[in-house]
């Protein structure tokens, strides 16, 4: 710290030197380049890393995050385009296919039995599952 002043005070110091008595002897000046303020600059900034580091882990382990304990889950995401994609999220007992675009989240179906388990999802299988889910709600609609 003491070597960030003297390096912020280095253009002022031939105005000090001019302020300071003939009589007195003034202290030498601190180089701000000397290995020990450079060691003191570089431990101070990496201490503020590790800080910043830690709060990151500590706020993402006791999920301080907005959103975090809501009680929904993405269960499985179907990329339909280059923007636009399926979503399945789980809500409680019930799940939503969710179609999500260009700034816009549309509700596609609201499902009262689940159609793919959160914890068990394969990554193929949700294409599929949907596709069954579908077709088995548009038979009994019929």
Same mark, same amino acid.
Do not use: Y
């Given at each position: ?22 009589? #007195? ?14 060691v ?26 907005p959103g975090q304990?809501?009680g929904? %889950? ?8 280059q ?9 409680g007992?019930q ?8 700034g816009?989240? #549309?509700?596609?179906?609201r499902?009262e %039995?689940?159609?793919?388990e959160? #914890? ?5 299988a949700f294409?599929?599952?949907? %596709?069954?889910?579908l077709?088995?709600?548009?038979? #009994?609609?019929?």
């Open positions: 710290m003491r070597g960030l002043i003297a390096l912020c005070l280095l253009p002022l110091s031939p105005l000090l030197a001019a302020a300071t008595p003939t009589g #007195t002897a003034a202290p030498p000046p601190v180089d701000p380049v000397a290995p020990g303020a450079v003191q600059l570089v431990l101070g900034l990496l201490a503020v890393i590790a800080l910043i580091l830690l709060l990151a882990w500590l706020v993402r382990r006791v999920n301080l995050l304990r809501s929904m %889950q993405v269960v499985a995401v179907l990329p339909l385009g923007r636009e994609r399926a979503v399945l999220v789980q809500v007992e799940q939503l296919l969710l179609g999500v675009g260009n816009q989240v #549309t509700l596609l179906e499902f %039995q689940p159609v793919l959160p #914890t068990r999802a394969a990554p193929g294409a599929q599952r949907l %596709q069954e889910a077709t088995r709600q548009r038979e #009994t609609r019929q």
